[in-house]
């Protein structure tokens, strides 16, 4: 069973670059979101959404953009990247009802 | 928005008892997650409290009293395989989790 599948797994991106990291999950979940992991300060999310064709801001969301074309995929973008953007970021997923969250296994990015 | 307090460390010896504390203050209140997370994985769930009271499962227990925004996750019988990073997360009435930074565990033989 898939679950909640981000890729890539890691990346090495020039600062200035574009960047999109995707996610795509298969458990009809109706939540998702984003969350970028850094040494110290714990998961903080950067974009979320309630259902297809929704979003909303998190804690973290200069810098960053989100679309939700349909329930499974989730993709997160990078217009142009800057070294502070460097983290680990994890999609996860959810049903509202229950709040439990599923996380992919991330992405570590690091911009140069 | 949301303040989530939990120690950074704690360490503590094979078979013995651990509990880590989580203080929080919120705009919304819609329950409270613990999370584990071994080093160079993703979190994975562990409990939820939404009422006040003790939630038992297996050797975790997890606690919450909602008018003093407090919660503890106790780990019992602790196995090497237990060390790892405990996230305390409290989800807001928008259906969103805010974690805390996270205590990691440490078990000594």
């Known amino acids: 069973t898939a679950g909640i599948t981000q890729a890539p797994t890691s990346q090495i991106l020039a600062a200035g670059r574009s960047m999109t990291l995707r996610c795509t999950q298969d458990?009809?979940?109706?939540?998702m979101y984003w969350y970028r992991q850094d040494l110290g300060l714990g998961l903080r999310l950067i974009h979320y959404?309630?259902?297809?064709?929704?979003?909303g801001k998190g804690e973290v969301p200069d810098g960053y953009s989100v679309s939700r074309a349909n329930t499974d995929d989730f993709p997160l973008t990078l217009a142009s990247a800057v070294p502070s953007q460097t983290s680990v970021y994890f999609c996860?997923?959810?049903?509202?009802?229950?709040?439990?969250?599923?996380f992919g296994e991330g992405s570590r990015l690091t911009v140069l | 928005g949301q303040n989530i307090d939990q120690p950074t460390e704690m360490t503590a010896t094979e078979g013995a008892i651990v509990q880590i504390n989580c203080t929080y203050q919120?705009?919304?209140?819609?329950?409270l997650f613990w999370y584990q997370q071994h080093a160079g994985e993703a979190p994975t769930f562990l409990s939820y409290?939404?009422?006040?009271g003790l939630e038992e499962k297996g050797r975790f227990s997890s606690f919450l009293s909602r008018s003093k925004g407090y919660s503890y996750l106790l780990l019992k019988e602790l196995q090497m395989k237990d060390s790892a990073s405990y996230l305390c997360a409290v989800r807001d009435n928008d259906y969103k989790l805010s974690f805390g930074a996270g205590t990691t565990v440490t078990v000594r033989a």
């Open positions: 409290n939404v009422l006040d």
């Open positions: 458990m009809r979940h109706n939540a």
């Open positions: 919120t705009s919304g209140f819609n329950g």
């Open positions: 996860a997923s959810s049903y509202t009802e229950t709040g439990e969250l599923f």
């Open positions: 959404s309630n259902t297809a064709g929704t979003t």
